[in-house]
């Protein structure tokens, strides 16, 4: 048997995207790796489904699984794609503002034009029990032990977990070494995706995040959010923020508390594509 897939990425972080409209999304975690490897398969950061909504209030739903077979509950750079998809598809008309279902809930989706989306990504969670991550309370900074250097992080929920470093050289080696480390440290008990960020001024930002489930990527849209949230929270940046990750620009945009956060950016096809392996992984 075979599987058919789109390929698409949003500024580099790369996806394969299953059309589960009609038929239900059947992989199991080895398959997933099977098809993330990208010697041996199609190669993704994240994996996506396109399938009917569960919520009724929403026209669709979408799954997201890491390149390492794990769920995730919400992926930003997705999110777009899913939506240039849609629009490709006939689904959804340029400028129609629609409710899509992640696993962490409903988002709203514009296309703006068919290769740039805005999407309404909801109120980033400050509570540590929604990351989760184990501390007393709401901070606006946590210190956590890192291989025994004391790190000061922000720590918020965009519907998936987010550890936000704030650094002034984004390029230190000690990065290298910090992402792994963080991404599965204990006080995440469900791991988190760090994201190392510099400052340039009150509108610009400048990240890196390594990815739980998928390691160092060119760029995590909800890894940007997150980023701005933590640092709008703090006084730091304005309510419209440029993020310059390695594989292009995001924008966000967040007034602050009670208030949705906006993400706008690109969407891309690659390639349509037919994945043969699908009963070799077993
Ligand atoms: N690349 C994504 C986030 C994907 C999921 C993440 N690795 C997780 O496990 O939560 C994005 O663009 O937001």
Not at 100 to 109: F, L, Q, Y
Not at 210 to 220: P, Y
């Amino acid at each position: 048997m075979s599987l058919a897939f789109s390929k698409m990425h949003g500024i580099g972080n790369d996806f394969v995207l299953l059309d589960c409209r009609r038929q239900p999304f059947a992989l199991d975690a080895a398959q997933i790796r099977a098809l993330a490897d990208r010697h041996t398969g199609v190669g993704f950061d994240q994996l996506l489904s396109v399938e009917p909504a569960r919520d009724p209030t929403c026209a669709f739903y979408y799954g997201i699984w890491n390149a390492d077979g794990t769920p995730s509950g919400q992926c930003g750079n997705g999110v777009r794609c899913v939506a240039a998809w849609l629009h490709r598809a006939g689904a959804l008309a340029l400028g129609e503002e629609v409710r899509i279902e992640s696993p962490s809930g409903a988002v709203t989706i514009r296309v703006l034009d068919p290769h740039r989306v805005t999407v309404d990504m909801g109120e980033p969670q400050f509570d540590p029990a929604r990351l989760p991550f184990q501390a007393d309370g709401v901070a606006a900074d946590y210190v956590i032990d890192a291989d025994g250097e004391a790190l000061r992080i922000g720590a918020v929920s965009m519907g998936n977990p987010h550890a936000v470093i704030p650094v002034s050289d984004l390029h230190a080696s000690a990065l290298e070494r910090l992402g792994p480390l963080l991404s599965v440290h204990p006080r995440f008990a469900e791991g988190v995706n760090a994201g190392f960020v510099q400052a340039v001024d009150r509108g610009h930002l400048r990240l890196r995040v390594h990815e739980r489930g998928a390691g160092w990527t060119l760029a995590c849209g909800t890894g940007a959010c997150a980023a701005m949230a933590v640092l709008r929270a703090r006084g730091e940046v304005d309510a419209s923020v440029t993020v310059d990750l390695p594989g292009g620009a995001l924008q966000i945009d967040w007034a602050g508390p009670g208030q949705p956060l906006w993400m706008t950016g690109p969407a891309a096809f690659a390639f349509e594509g037919e994945w043969l392996a699908l009963d070799a992984t077993h």
